[in-house]
Structure formats: structure tokens, C-alpha cells
């Protein structure tokens, strides 16, 4: 018919093929560390090893560390998107990578791949 809008339908995979699952900033359900923020904490505060260069010039700061949360829980990519020091940098990535699997995001029920950020303090105690 003319003039009227026909359903759209894919006659080929959309994307290029391999692609992965779009990851989301925001989803209904947000991840979740096991245990929550309180259990989150925890597990910073006893998996942090505090840089030798650091300690030594008795620095403190904080770093502000992304991540993708997958559709399986997996903390994939973590990267630093803000420092106070660069001495921090490498241990925030290590904590982040060694963090046990997270409850996924879910969107409309699915599980779905949603970026994640996380800032951690480093706190020089004498």
C-alpha cells in the first residue's frame, strides 16, 4: 500500500557479526557486589595492598575506576577515569579485576552488560 509505514524487518544480522551485547549506563536493576556496599567495602579494605612508592611518601588519594559489568556477573575492562595520584592507578585496577562476580544488571528481566563506577580511597595511616 501506498503511503503507509511497513514493519520494519532485518534481512541481515544487525551490527557487525561477532559484536558484543551493548553495554548500558543506567539499567532497571543496577549490579550489585555479593553482599552489597557494606560486603563491597569489606573486600576493599582487606584486598588493598598499599604501593610501596606511596607508602614510603606517606601520599593518600583517590581513584576513580570503570567497569563493565557482563550478563554472567564477570567485572571485565576496569580502567581509570580519575586520580589524585598516579601511584594509586595500578592497585585500583588490581582490586577491581580480582573482585569476585557481581549480581548483573537486568533490563526488562534480562541480564545485560552495564558500566560501573566505583572510587577508591587510599588513606595513608601512620
Known amino acids: 500500500m501506498v503511503g503507509q509505514a511497513q514493519p520494519f524487518q532485518a534481512t541481515e544480522p544487525l551490527g557487525p557479526a561477532g559484536a558484543s551485547p551493548p553495554v548500558l549506563n543506567y539499567a532497571e536493576q ?14 576493599l579494605a582487606s584486598h588493598i595492598t598499599y604501593p ?11 581513584v ?15 580502567m581509570v577515569v580519575k586520580t589524585t595520584n598516579a601511584a594509586f592507578n595500578d592497585e585500583a585496577r588490581r582490586l577491581a579485576w580480582l573482585m569476585p562476580r557481581w549480581a548483573p544488571g537486568r533490563e526488562h528481566g534480562q541480564a545485560v552488560r552495564v558500566r560501573c563506577t566505583l572510587p577508591i580511597t587510599f588513606t595513608f595511616k601512620r
Not at 610501596?52 to 583517590?62: E, F, K, T, V
Not at 576513580?64 to 576496569?78: A, I, S
Open 64 to 78: 576513580v575506576v570503570q567497569f563493565v559489568v557482563d550478563e554472567q556477573g564477570r567485572v571485565l575492562d576496569p
Open 52 to 62: 610501596p612508592d606511596a607508602m614510603r611518601r606517606g601520599l593518600s588519594g583517590q
Open 30 to 43: 543496577m549490579p550489585a557486589f555479593p553482599g552489597g556496599e557494606v560486603a563491597l567495602h569489606r573486600y
